[in-house]
């Protein structure tokens, strides 16, 4: 069954951006999304997953092979149905949009493949794109250049390299990142502390290359507003 796309062109948001897949959705976290002003957008399957929150997804994007009933939807949403295989629904999300920050939904969880095609996704859009991948318990925003966040003291800070990346210095960590280079594989700086005031982590400049940096989700709104400030 083929559904013609409402639209192919880039779908361009100035308000922040939520892709929801078919993973791991809490659902009062994404109506708490849609209330702040965000804009829903699913990849595939996740537009059953907006439903279930009583929600409607603004575009569906993706090939349809896991949407329930693509039918049901012509006439009440824009479609954007892209038939190729090379890439997953989740990034086809991604390449056809645009927004200041995106948090992406429902993209780990459920399915361990689906887990490691989304981190794929985001290493490869990380220098375009500010993307927030959110789970049951964390949040990881992929970044390339210097970041500055402040959580509790003692609280967990996370930085897994997406590829090799060289940090020059940091503050506010309990295991400073000052020379350190991380590399998938080699080391990561899983389970850091926070200790007084702001933490900041700052890469090898010129060099962007892409890595995570995960805190509990509870941090998310604050989080959104630092990457929409700059």
């Given at each position: 069954m083929q559904v013609q796309p409402l639209e192919t062109s880039i779908a361009?948001?100035?308000?922040?951006?939520?892709?929801?897949?078919?993973?791991?959705?809490?659902?009062?976290?994404?109506?708490?999304?849609?209330?702040?002003g965000?804009?829903?957008?699913?990849?595939?399957?996740?537009?059953?997953?907006?439903?279930?929150?009583?929600?409607?997804?603004?575009?569906?994007?993706?090939?349809?092979?896991?949407?329930?009933?693509?039918?049901?939807?012509?006439?009440?949403?824009?479609?954007?149905?892209?038939?190729?295989?090379?890439?997953?629904?989740?990034?086809?999300a991604l390449y056809s949009t645009r927004a200041p920050v995106t948090v992406a939904l429902g993209m780990t969880g459920k399915r361990f493949d689906h887990t490691l095609a989304a981190l794929d996704a985001v290493t490869r859009y990380a220098h375009k794109r500010k993307i927030i991948l959110v789970d049951e318990y964390d949040i990881a925003v992929a970044l390339t250049e210097a970041f500055s966040f402040k959580v509790a003291f003692g609280e967990r800070v996370s930085i897994h390299p997406l590829a090799?990346?060289?940090?020059?210095?940091?503050?506010?960590?309990?295991y400073p990142l000052d020379a350190v280079t991380l590399a998938p594989g080699v080391r990561t700086g899983t389970s850091n502390e926070a200790t007084e005031g702001p933490f900041i982590v700052v890469p090898e400049e010129g060099i962007h290359a892409p890595y995570l940096l995960i805190i509990e989700r509870g941090h998310l709104m604050a989080l959104i507003e630092a990457l929409k400030a700059g």
């Open positions: 361009t948001f100035e308000d922040v951006l939520v892709i929801v897949g078919g993973g791991a959705v809490d659902a009062e976290l994404l109506r708490e999304l849609y209330a702040s965000a804009r829903l957008v699913a990849a595939d399957g996740g537009a059953d997953q907006i439903v279930a929150a009583g929600l409607k997804p603004e575009i569906i994007i993706g090939d349809f092979d896991s949407l329930l009933d693509p039918l049901k939807w012509l006439g009440k949403t824009r479609l954007m149905q892209i038939s190729e295989q090379e890439t997953t629904d989740f990034e086809k090799p990346v060289t940090f020059w210095r940091s503050e506010g960590l309990k």
